[in-house]
């Protein structure tokens, strides 16, 4: 039997991002996002209860704050005492794991799909491939910073507001440039 696309997506193969089944999920995500934004911080408990219904998994004490974006939801798993700022993305094509006690300042966009440099197969963006994002425990990425496809980086690691980063970094590190590169070792 032929995979769908979905099994395509979820298992790194390229994929129609234009099919039904993925539209229709996405639309479902759409709407569960446009919910969350809608609560502001006006209540802190409803907005968790939301993060939790949307997200793959999470650990105890979620904040996300206005407005969030994401593909599906289903494939963003974050760990305890997670927080995002305003405006923030996760494009969870992939699977996007986040550890235990990171913070996202605004504007950060993290990207878990990439297109084909085909330029055939990358007309009107309807083919997609999925690369996984991870960020380890204690990582704290700077306002404006985008984590690219593929990414994973250890635990202790600071991005630099403004950041590009397009490889894996290990454990205590601070990040900045564009692409981004070790600017300091921490202990």
Not at 97 to 120: E, F, M, T
Request: aromatic fraction near 6%; include cysteine; hydrophobic fraction near 40%.
């Amino acid at each position: 039997m032929a995979k769908s696309e979905k099994q395509k997506m979820i298992t790194g193969e390229l994929f129609n991002v234009y099919d039904p089944e993925l539209v229709a999920e996405r639309g479902v995500a759409r709407d569960q996002v446009e919910a969350l934004n809608a609560l502001g911080e006006s209540d802190p408990a409803a907005s968790e209860q939301r993060v939790k219904a949307l997200f793959g998994a999470t650990g105890a004490g979620v904040e996300v704050h206005a407005t969030f974006r994401c593909d599906y939801g289903y494939n963003i798993y974050v760990g305890d005492d997670f927080f995002a700022n305003y405006d923030c993305t996760i494009l969870d094509v992939a699977p996007v794991r986040i550890g235990k006690h990171c913070l996202l300042g605004p504007k950060v966009q993290i990207y878990s799909v990439n297109h084909p440099a085909d330029p055939k197969l990358r007309r009107n963006g309807a083919m997609g491939i999925g690369k996984p994002v991870t960020l380890g425990d204690d990582v704290w990425v700077g306002g404006g910073a985008i984590i690219c496809p593929g990414v994973t980086l250890g635990n202790n690691v600071i991005v630099a507001a403004g950041a590009v980063v397009t490889k894996s970094f290990g454990d205590n590190v601070v990040l900045g440039g564009n692409p981004a590169r070790v600017i300091k070792n921490l202990k």
